[in-house]
Every structure is written in structure tokens, then in C-alpha cells.
């Protein structure tokens, strides 16, 4: 689209010293009125855009105040009653269990997640990215790949493994793999990062003498600072959001993370309460918004960058 | 960025006086010593986690093993199998039509939309963020209820649906209507490939645009000659990306179908079928060769697109 250059060419046209002809005047004017169109265009088509993508979460956010029975069937968005009881049986939880010990649990692991991930990719990107040693390139590769690798190849035989320690019914499945690395995407991301900091910090530290741990926890990852950031906010959301695997390793209710919670409530076999579950949906989300509306800058150039170079 | 002020407090004050260095030889031994202690998180991880489990898996394929009664080799057995299982059949067709026409929509879109908002207009980063949310959000178990809700009988879309001339009863119970309508919610998700657009967009240097009109060319002409060609990479990349990850949506796909795949096997995804044999009917070798079918023929579609990236995707101007 050619947009850009408008606003490029604007000045350019202002500039002569003479007064303008009256023809010049003219095509001002109309390139005026042509680049006001085009930014009401704008708008007009990003306003639509955001009311079609935001309808179902305001639907959601709104149906949690309707009274239960109101819910199915209702398009609009504005309730005819509003009604804090969706709010109360949610927060009841589900078999005596309360929600707030499945909003526990989801934190527990979502915080687990954040540190195992921030501890091990950080170190390990340290290696990828300030450290020669041979078998490095062939080790990065295998990473790489790892992150275009359908993770159903793994899930079958890790589920047998954990099986035959004995580790099912815990958090170990769920938290093993954040402390170790196993997810590419934040190695990749924090090894980008890396490469970007300038090599003579750490050359003139080894000339003082350090070595790479001090160069790593001094001067490496006190400047990871934003793509921490970034990796913890992904981590948690993700964690906070993950459904399988808690669905594969955990066996007692009172273990269960929200989505969990939230899939006893779409079970046919108990009372379809849409109210509650509206209610309880909109709660299992507050986090992951709260997270966007703060980091929202963030989340958004921590996608932009890396996929930048592929 | 102020690198220097911030990296000084960790360096040492003083200099000490400059150690000898140490022969090359012992400098290399200490940097590998160094390099493997610091990637052992991820080496460890990677053997324990990932190599090992795929060399299991690909061993499990070929046996019939459940967790209680164990198993035994049955060589290709699962194989031949799986090509007459109705149900692996459709579950392969689900996937492959819900990834062929999926991807694309969700790609034109995110284009189309980064392309929309490639302009410094305000409100530009407002809307950038709102459109980026359902990405974060979209594999939830809360956004699939909603979908759910939204899609079902009597729900906003089946009015709109009936005013354009469609049946009504909604989509979640209609076979003919539950796929488009998990392509839909893929494409709700469009924020992600759009940011990255985006990124690439803003990469493209204006002076192209600018010869490109002083040589007479239209709007079109500029985005098939300049617009599409720069940002090839990036469009590969989000290409890659996005297949791969259709191939793997099961929350949405678990909760709208209550676990079952139906109506009619139509939303039974890959990810569901192999949880459903493997996890639920604890057939984990069938599920394995599942897993390993599934690996080669992704790899086979990202060995396609790396292959035929070079007839179409430009590396120029950025030094490369």
C-alpha cells in the first residue's frame, strides 16, 4: 500500500517559496483530503476489526453477570439482570474443592515454570552464544530442530518413564523439563539477545581475569534483564494456559490447575451450570490479562524480534 | 542502551596485574570445559527429555505396549494398522484439511491486517496489542467454552449465519460446520504472524515504494514487485511456524468435542485420536507409531519448504 509515501511526500509539496498557484493549491487540497480519507478508512476498518475480535471476550465477560439460565441463546451484549451469583459458585470450586486451590496449584506451577525456564535457558543460552567449544554448531542445530519437532514423539515414552519412577500425580513431569531447557523457544530467544551484546564487555572482563561464570552472572545476565522479561511473561502464560500435560499426569482433583477445573465443568456428567462456568473461565483468565494489559509492549516485541530472523 | 554504565559495577575495580597467557591448548580445554558445564541444563534436558524419549518412541512404535500388560515387537503391525483404522483416517484428514486451508486464511490475514497497521497513525500500537491478544489467549480451556457458547445453537454466529440464508442448530453439533469453525478460531488468532509481519514491514526501505511510483506503478504492483518479495523470509518463517503448529491444537478441539472428536469424527484432531488411543485406551505403542508418522510427515513438509524456499524467497539488502 502505498500509505507511506503520502506522508513522506506531504513536506516536499509545501516547500517551494513562491506562493503557490492556484492549480498547485488545488492538488494540496486534494492530497489533504485524500490522506484524511485514508486515515478515516483506518480507523473505520481497525474499529471494525477490534469489535469482531474482541466480541468474544466481552460476550464471555458479560455473560458471567447474567443469572445461569439467561446465558444460551443470548446474542446481545448488555444483560437484562445482572447477578454476582455466577461469581460466588464459582469460587465455590467443584467436589468441595475450591477454586482458590486450583488457582493455587496453576500458580505453583506457572511460577515453577517461570524460574526453571529463566535458570536453565539463560545458562544454557550463555554457552550457545558466548562460548566456543567444539561440538557447539551441531548442539545448536539439534536445538533448533527441537523447536520444529511435534511434541506427540515425545509425550508417549516421557509418560512411560515418569510412569516407572513413580513420579505421576506430581508436579515433576510438569516442572523437570522448564529446569532444563527443553524448550527451544526461549534458548533461541535469549541466544538471539546475546548475540546482540557487545563481545568486547566480556573480553575486557577476561582480560581483567574473569571467567565465565562471573562473566556470565555479572555482566551477561544483568543486561538479559527485557528478554527475561519477555521469556517469563511467554512462560507463565503458557504454563498458566498448558492443558495436556496436566491432563496426562495428574490423577487427584486437588492437584488440577485451573484448566482442569474448567474441563470438570463442560463434563456432560455434571449439571451444565453456564453461569458458573462463564464466571470461572473469566477468573481462570484475569492473570494472563492483567500480565497483557502491563507487559503488553513487551509480549509484542518480544514476538516481533524473534521472529525477525528465522 | 547503556551497556557500559550498567556492566561496570560487575567488573573489577582494580586491574590486577595481566596474567601470562595460558597456552592455546590449555585455554581450549578450559573453554570446553566451560562451554559443556554451562549447556548442561539443556544437555541433559535434550538427552533425558527429547533424544531419548524419540528413540523410545520409534523402538515403542513397533511393539503393542500398554502400561499394565507391557507389550512385545509386532514389527510393522501398528503400521498397517493404522491404514485401515477409519478413525486414523479421518483424524489425518481433519488435521491435513484444518492445516491446508487454515494456515493460509490465518497468514492472509495476519498480512492483510499487519499491512492495515504498517502506518504511523495513532492508535496504530493499541491496535496492534488488541489484535495480538487472542493469540496469547487462544489455546486456553476459557476460550474454548466461550467458542463453544459463541457457536452454538441460537449463539451470535448462528443468527448471523441464519440471516444469510444458512440453517439454523448451530455449528458445535453440525459435522459439516465444526471444522470451519476451528478454522475460524485459528484464524481469530492471527495477532501472532501479524507482529512478525509487521516487524518485516517496517525492514522495507521506503525508497523502493518511492522509485517504484515515480516509475508509474500502482498500489498492486508495488506489492507483488516489492512488498511480497521483501518480505519472503519473513513469510517463510511464519509459514514453517504456523503449519507446524496446526498440526498440534488439542485443547480447543478436547473441550468442544467433550473429549470425543464427534460429531462424527469431525473434530478429531491428530493430537486427540493419539491421546485418545494412547492415554485413554492406553495403547501407547499404536500411539507411538502415530507420533512417528506424524514427525515424518512434518518433516517431510518443512524439508518441502526449505527445498523450494530458494525459487521464492529473497535474501537481499539486509547483508546476507
Known amino acids: 500500500m502505498s500509505t507511506v509515501s503520502h506522508t513522506q511526500e506531504a513536506p516536499e509539496a509545501t516547500e517551494p517559496p513562491v506562493p503557490p498557484s492556484p492549480v498547485h493549491a488545488e492538488l494540496l487540497r486534494r492530497a489533504r483530503r485524500r490522506r484524511r480519507a485514508r486515515t478515516v478508512l483506518f480507523h473505520v476498518l481497525s474499529w471494525g476489526l477490534a469489535v469482531v475480535i474482541l466480541y468474544p471476550g466481552v460476550w464471555m465477560l458479560l455473560s458471567a453477570f447474567r443469572p445461569s439460565n439467561q446465558i444460551i441463546g443470548q446474542t446481545g451484549l448488555i444483560p437484562d439482570e445482572t447477578t454476582l451469583d455466577n461469581f460466588r459458585k464459582a469460587l465455590e470450586g467443584i467436589g468441595g474443592i475450591s477454586f482458590w486451590t486450583f488457582f493455587g496449584n496453576s500458580m505453583i506451577l506457572a511460577v515453577g515454570s517461570v524460574m526453571g525456564i529463566c535458570l536453565s535457558c539463560s545458562v544454557s543460552a550463555y554457552a550457545f552464544a558466548r562460548i566456543d567449544f567444539p561440538g557447539r554448531r551441531i548442539f545448536f542445530a539439534l536445538m533448533i530442530g527441537t523447536l520444529l519437532l511435534p511434541f506427540h514423539v515425545v509425550i508417549i515414552p516421557q509418560f512411560i518413564m515418569f510412569n516407572e519412577i513413580g513420579w505421576t500425580d506430581s508436579y515433576g513431569p510438569l516442572l523437570i523439563g522448564k529446569f532444563l531447557a527443553t524448550e527451544a523457544f526461549f534458548v533461541f530467544l535469549m541466544v538471539q539477545f546475546m548475540r546482540n551484546l557487545p563481545r568486547e564487555l566480556d573480553e575486557s572482563a577476561r582480560i581483567d581475569g574473569a571467567g565465565h561464570p562471573r562473566i556470565f552472572f555479572s555482566i551477561v545476565l544483568p543486561l538479559m534483564r527485557p528478554v527475561l522479561a519477555t521469556a517469563s511473561i511467554f512462560a507463565f502464560i503458557w504454563s498458566w494456559n498448558d492443558f495436556l500435560a496436566p491432563l496426562i499426569y495428574l490423577r487427584s482433583p486437588d492437584s488440577y490447575p485451573l484448566p482442569l477445573m474448567l474441563r470438570q465443568y463442560t463434563d456432560q456428567t455434571t449439571v451444565s451450570d453456564y453461569g458458573a462456568q462463564m464466571a470461572a473461565a473469566v477468573l481462570a483468565l484475569v492473570p494472563v490479562l492483567l500480565f497483557f494489559v502491563l507487559f503488553q509492549r513487551y509480549i509484542v516485541e518480544g514476538v516481533a524480534t524473534q521472529g525477525l530472523k528465522g | ?320
Do not use: C
Not at chain 2, 66 to 90: A, C, K, Q, T, V
Open chain 2, 1 to 320: 542502551m547503556s551497556l557500559t554504565q550498567q556492566a561496570s559495577p560487575g567488573a573489577p575495580q582494580d586491574r590486577p596485574t595481566r596474567r601470562p597467557k595460558p597456552p592455546g591448548a590449555r585455554r581450549r580445554a578450559a573453554e570446553t570445559r566451560a562451554g559443556y558445564a554451562f549447556l548442561a541444563p539443556w544437555l541433559l534436558g535434550f538427552i533425558a527429555l527429547t533424544a531419548g524419549p524419540m528413540l523410545a518412541s520409534l523402538y515403542l512404535a513397533f511393539t503393542n505396549y500398554h502400561p499394565i500388560r507391557g507389550g512385545s515387537w509386532i514389527g510393522l503391525d501398528n503400521f498397517s494398522r493404522l491404514f485401515d483404522d477409519s478413525r486414523f483416517l479421518d483424524s489425518a484428514q481433519v488435521t491435513a484439511i484444518y492445516a491446508v486451508v487454515g494456515t493460509p486464511i490465518k497468514l492472509v490475514a495476519a498480512l492483510g491486517v499487519a499491512m492495515l497497521l504498517n502506518s504511523r497513525r495513532r492508535g496504530q500500537g493499541t491496535y496492534r496489542s488488541l489484535f495480538y491478544a487472542p493469540s496469547l489467549i487462544g489455546a486456553s480451556v476459557s476460550v474454548a467454552i466461550v467458542w463453544k457458547a459463541v457457536f452454538n445453537d441460537q449463539g451470535i454466529v448462528d443468527d448471523i449465519g441464519q440471516f444469510f440464508g444458512m440453517p439454523a442448530g448451530g455449528w458445535v453439533g453440525n459435522p459439516d460446520l465444526t471444522l470451519p469453525m476451528m478454522i475460524l478460531l485459528a484464524v481469530w488468532q492471527f495477532g501472532a504472524p501479524m507482529v512478525i509481519f509487521l516487524a518485516g514491514l517496517k525492514q522495507i526501505p521506503n525508497e523502493l515504494y518511492e522509485a517504484a511510483q515515480v516509475d508509474g506503478a500502482g498500489p498492486w504492483r508495488q506489492f507483488v514487485r516489492i512488498t511480497l518479495p521483501m518480505l519472503s523470509p519473513v513469510l517463510f518463517f511464519n509459514l514453517v511456524l504456523e503449519t507446524i503448529n496446526s498440526f498440534q491444537v488439542f485443547a480447543s478441539a478436547f473441550i468442544i468435542s467433550g473429549g470425543t472428536g464427534g460429531p462424527a469424527n469431525s473434530t478429531l484432531f491428530y493430537t486427540l485420536y493419539l491421546y485418545q488411543r494412547g492415554f485413554g485406551q492406553g495403547q501407547l505403542g499404536y500411539a507411538a507409531a502415530m507420533a512417528w508418522l506424524l514427525v515424518i510427515v512434518v518433516g517431510i513438509i518443512t524439508l518441502v519448504f526449505f527445498k523450494t524456499s530458494k525459487y521464492w524467497v529473497h535474501y537481499s539488502g539486509d547483508g546476507r
